[in-house]
């Protein structure tokens, strides 16, 4: 079978691994190059007609100018992959971009280059037509996005210093999600309308070394192991944020029978409905709290070492509406011990909730969605993950993180990992989504 024109392109863009890497050195930048070579060539008009503002190494600002500059959308995406895990086992090569069962396979295709694609495609195919926007629209693809690097933000400071306020900022994050909640049979189009903040601290516990024939009671890697339960036994209070509590009242009239009332009462029902999701899992329970995460463990270099210094990495998510500053508070509490330290490494707050309710902006994408997706709900939902959008918060308050693909579990599931993919129909309606959106603003 030939693939569709859109769909050869982001094959070829599937081709070519540009794996970001926070390590300078160990980015292939010439697959960079080559990439923003390739696009020149798939998208000519694009290139011709739009102006083009080269952002960091490898990032792209375009302005594709249209009838009034007064609410300029940016629409976004990333150039920049993860890398692939060596053990894991692809059906098909990470690079080959194969097209097979229905699915284009690779590294990429839902993070995020079908997201660059299809915004640049729908743009073409209106070039072709001499389209003018209603609105300036801004396509914004950064080159670091998976290293939380700074081309999204070096392009805000762009934007600013040209006065650009966007009204709307659209990037990747949600998705036409199928079999996402169990017993809703459409599928849910969720608008990430904010994110969870990710920082990061190194946990320090401190005493005297030594030999190991002599240890000493309540030494630097018992303190730290003390620690590390008491937070475990301290979790976060659990409180519902709007955005989801809206999701599930749009949900329950799709729900089955006996959940419905609960699920279309969540404001009046939000403790109880809170309650539900820490019982039900780890993944459910991240909906509802700010979560914490001990991840890397060092003392000793040697095992008849007594180590003086035990460390430990503590990665936390922090829910809108918290800080990292409460973060920290809550986890001096719960560790009570004030021969252990907590230095913050990387500071990320979570990002500012934005406007869905009665929102013009919102409706507009409910609108695209109903009219591509047909059967599909739309509502707003809070990101787990972290987006280049964040840093947009600062010059708008219509920062949406949605990407127009259907996906099942499993696809969601390949995100960062293997086997990722995208069904070759759902790819042309994202088109259609992003065209139909551009063609809609007023
Ligand atoms: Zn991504």
Not at 53 to 78: C, D, K, N
Not at 315 to 330: F, K, L
Not at 391 to 397: D, G, L, M, V, Y
Request: aromatic fraction near 6%; proline fraction near 7%; charged fraction near 25%.
């Amino acid at each position: 079978m030939t693939p569709s024109r859109a769909l050869a392109k982001l094959q070829r863009l599937v081709q070519i691994p540009t794996i970001s890497s926070s390590d300078a050195a160990l980015i292939d930048t010439a697959a960079f190059d080559r990439l923003l070579e390739a696009m020149v060539e798939l998208f000519p008009l694009l290139h011709a007609r739009l102006e083009l503002t080269r952002v960091g190494a490898h990032g792209l600002l375009f302005r594709w100018a249209g009838a009034s500059a007064e609410r300029p959308v940016v629409l976004m995406a990333h150039l920049d992959v993860v890398p692939v895990d060596a053990d894991s086992s692809w059906t098909h090569p990470p690079f080959d971009g194969v097209i097979a069962d229905g699915y284009l396979w690779g590294r990429g295709p839902l993070d995020d280059k079908g997201c660059v694609v299809g915004i640049c495609e729908a743009v073409e195919l209106l070039l072709e037509r001499d389209f003018v926007p209603a609105q300036d629209v801004w396509l914004s693809f950064g080159a670091d996005e998976e290293v939380f690097g700074t081309d999204a933000s070096d392009a805000v400071a762009i934007l600013t210093e040209r006065g650009v306020r966007p009204w709307m900022v659209l990037d990747e994050g949600g998705a036409v999600a199928h079999d996402a909640f169990p017993g809703v049979t459409r599928p849910v189009a969720v608008v990430g309308v904010a994110e969870k903040g990710s920082s990061s601290f190194e946990m320090r516990a401190e005493g005297r070394g030594g030999h190991a024939s002599m240890p000493a009671r309540m030494g630097p890697t018992a303190r730290l192991a003390r620690a590390i339960l008491r937070i475990e036994r301290s979790p976060f209070p659990a409180k519902l944020p709007a955005p989801a509590i809206e999701l599930f009242s749009r949900l329950a009239p799709h729900a089955p029978g006996p959940l419905r009332p609960l699920m279309a009462n969540g404001a009046k029902l939000a403790p109880l409905l809170t309650r539900a999701l820490v019982l039900a899992g780890a993944e459910p329970a991240a909906l509802a709290r700010t979560t914490v995460a001990v991840t890397t463990l060092s003392g000793s270099p040697a095992i008849n070492v007594i180590a003086s210094t035990a460390k430990a990495g503590v990665n936390v998510r922090i829910m809108p509406g918290e800080s990292v500053a409460s973060t920290r508070r809550h986890l001096e509490k719960a560790i009570s011990d004030e021969h252990v330290h907590l230095d913050l490494l990387e500071s990320g707050e979570p990002s500012p909730v934005s406007l869905y309710e009665d929102e013009p902006a919102f409706n507009l994408l409910e609108e695209c969605v109903a009219e591509v997706f047909g059967d599909a709900v739309t509502s707003p939902y809070v990101l787990m993950g972290a987006t280049d959008s964040r840093h947009f918060t600062a010059i708008c308050e219509r920062v949406y993180r949605f990407a127009p693909f259907r996906m099942s579990k499993a696809q969601r599931e390949s995100i960062h990992s293997y086997d990722e993919r995208i069904g070759t129909d759902d790819f042309e309606e994202g088109v259609r989504w992003y065209g139909r959106l551009i063609e809609r603003l007023t």
